[in-house]
């Protein structure tokens, strides 16, 4: 079954600081990779997603991410946070043979705080 | 653009009450999910609608029944509401036949089970 682990729970910085969220992954094929970021009293935003080509993907809001397959790692990073980046993020993983999103799973999300 | 809308944005049941949360979508998607979102278990799918006319069950369906409208509604019903179904509803909706399409969220229902 496929699983994702985002270590993680709350994670602070400075604005300006660089960032990196962790997001590991157990699946038996090349998955489908998924940045979502929430907001307070949002709903879940894509920030980026990878299923082939570069392993370096771009996203929104400066965000890019890794895809380490030897590493079974996906995560996030941006040089440098800005305070409207406080948010949730959450790292998803679903089957690239599939059209549709129900076999998407989710990981149990990384809560970012910036402090001035 | 609206997207994908919910409704109520806040509900407070007591239990054995039942409600439904309604949901649509403006986008033409095939696809609509109810996902809830409790702390420290991420989001998980309660129910999901490939498309118009065809609904199944999730990772967690127990207590819930949906019913997809139209291509565009998508509501969730909760019969006899349980303090364990407290928690954050988010409908949200994806195209069909592009692989690793996006799914677009609607902004939360939160629901408190007393």
């Known amino acids: 079954a496929q699983s994702v682990t985002q270590p993680d729970i709350h994670i602070t910085v400075s604005e300006g600081a660089s960032l990196e969220l962790r997001c590991n992954y157990s699946?038996?094929?090349?998955?489908?990779l998924f940045w979502y970021v929430q907001s307070p009293g949002q709903g879940l935003q894509l920030l980026l997603k990878y299923f082939s080509g570069d392993t370096l993907v771009q996203g929104i809001k400066g965000f890019e991410a890794e895809f380490k397959r030897s590493q079974s790692s996906f995560n996030l990073r941006k040089p440098s946070v800005h305070w409207s980046d406080a948010a949730e993020y959450f790292c998803?993983?679903?089957?690239?043979?599939?059209?549709?999103?129900?076999?998407?799973?989710f990981g149990t999300g990384t809560r970012l705080t910036i402090i001035p | 653009n609206a997207g994908v809308t919910q409704t109520p944005k806040f509900q407070v049941l007591k239990t054995g009450q039942s409600m439904t949360l309604q949901c649509a979508q403006d986008m033409n998607h095939n696809s609509m999910y109810w996902y809830r979102q409790d702390p420290g278990m991420g989001l998980r799918l309660i129910y999901y609608?490939?498309?118009?006319?065809?609904?199944d069950k999730g990772e967690v369906p127990n207590g819930y029944n949906v019913s997809r409208l139209n291509k565009r509604e998508f509501s969730l019903r909760l019969e006899s509401a349980a303090p364990s179904q407290t928690s954050v509803y988010f409908c949200?909706?994806?195209?069909?036949?592009?692989?690793?399409?996006?799914?677009?969220f609607g902004e939360g229902s939160w629901l408190t089970v007393v």
């Open positions: 949200a909706s994806s195209s069909q036949g592009v692989p690793g399409n996006t799914i677009y």
């Open positions: 699946y038996g094929a090349t998955p489908y």
């Open positions: 609608s490939a498309s118009e006319g065809t609904t």
């Open positions: 998803a993983v679903g089957p690239i043979s599939n059209f549709g999103n129900e076999k998407l799973t």
